[in-house]
């Protein structure tokens, strides 16, 4: 796992980042701009708090997804067979 974060170029995502900002317009700028500027002004322990809620929200999203993705398969695997009888009139 550690070798997938290390195999990413953080320079290309940023580049991507400012591509896809340029076309948005100025609205997604002031945006990024603005959180930018509050999340770089938060002290360590409010960063740390933000990125473990954030990974403790995501974690819980996964776990719902896959209850929800067996629940949805164990739905479909219950069929119902009957026998019957067929009768002359």
């Known amino acids: ?7 990413i170029d953080a320079d290309e ?6 591509k896809i900002i340029e076309i948005t317009g100025d609205g997604a700028k002031r945006a990024y701009t603005k959180a930018k500027d509050g999340y770089n002004g938060l002290s360590d322990d409010t960063k740390k708090a933000i990125t473990l809620g954030v990974t403790v929200f995501a974690i819980v999203i ?3 997804g896959i ?3 067996l629940g949805k ?8 067979e009957f026998e019957y009888e067929e009768w002359d009139g």
């Open 13 to 18: 995502i940023r580049s991507s980042a400012e």
């Open 62 to 64: 996964a776990v719902a």
């Open 73 to 80: 398969r164990s739905g479909k695997k219950e069929k119902y």
């Open 1 to 7: 796992m550690s070798s997938f974060f290390e195999n």
């Open 67 to 69: 209850f929800y993705l």
